[in-house]
């Protein structure tokens, strides 16, 4: 089975710009989350999809925002940015429902890692 | 609020030299811990969950325990490739609430031949 996906792996942006980052789940799954890892700050969680629904939400700005589409890809936005905005953004992928604990147990993609210059 | 501390913040081993990692955490209503190992560059990769205390899984040279406060990842007889760093997480609340995990700083490894 293939695992989780991410495109680009490298992206440098410009203060100001905005980037989209993109996660293909493993198949089958329908829950992505996404998160943010900064040698400060560690892993933090930004945001879960499931059916296309934003099902949780992290504490960062609106300038982070995502998407989820029918075959349970998703994007990630973020908007005018900052240089602290330069992170590994990761993206897992779960089963997401169902009665069983696994159904929530998250796979990990290797990441997109975003300079912001 | 849900917190995870791990220690020790780095551990050197000589190969052979067996140890354990330690993560303590506070959450209301703990659905699961996860262990995680992530090599540089790299995204985590799934080790174990555990669900309640008591429980312990093993997966090579690794074994995890959970208790009601705590989990150690006990390593036995490490080796070079063991090097990485592991992260611990917790995820609360009710089945349905979502897939949020809350990590901690990390244990940074490093194996010595």
């Known amino acids: 089975k293939a695992g989780v996906t991410q495109t680009p792996r490298y992206l440098i942006k410009t203060r100001g710009q905005q980037v989209t980052l993109s996660c293909s789940p493993i198949s089958g799954h329908r829950s992505v989350s996404w998160y943010q890892q900064t040698p400060g700050q560690g892993l933090q969680f930004l945001f879960e999809y499931f059916s296309e629904t934003q099902r949780n939400k992290g504490n960062f700005p609106g300038r982070f925002s995502g998407r989820q589409f029918s075959n349970s890809r998703s994007e990630m936005n973020v908007s005018t940015l900052e240089l602290g905005d330069s992170a590994l953004y990761l993206c897992?992928?779960?089963?997401?429902?169902?009665?069983?604990?696994?159904?929530?147990?998250?796979?990990f993609g290797p990441g997109t890692r975003l300079t912001v210059t | 609020e849900d917190q995870v501390t791990q220690s020790p913040e780095a551990l050197r081993l000589q190969e052979g030299e067996s140890s354990s990692l330690n993560c303590s955490y506070t959450?209301?209503?703990?659905?699961?811990l996860f262990w995680y190992r992530q090599d540089p560059g790299k995204g985590p990769e799934f080790l174990f969950t555990?669900?309640?205390a008591g429980e312990e899984k093993e997966k090579e040279r690794l074994k995890a325990t959970l208790t009601k406060k705590e989990s150690f990842l006990h390593i036995t007889a490490p080796k070079p490739e063991d090097s990485a760093t592991y992260l611990c997480?917790?995820?609360?609340?009710?089945?349905?609430?979502?897939?949020?995990?809350?990590f901690g700083a990390g244990t940074i490894l490093r194996v010595k031949s």
């Open positions: 897992a992928s779960s089963l997401g429902r169902g009665k069983g604990q696994a159904s929530y147990e998250q796979y």
């Open positions: 959450v209301s209503g703990l659905r699961g």
């Open positions: 555990l669900y309640s």
């Open positions: 997480a917790v995820q609360a609340g009710s089945l349905g609430y979502g897939n949020k995990l809350v």
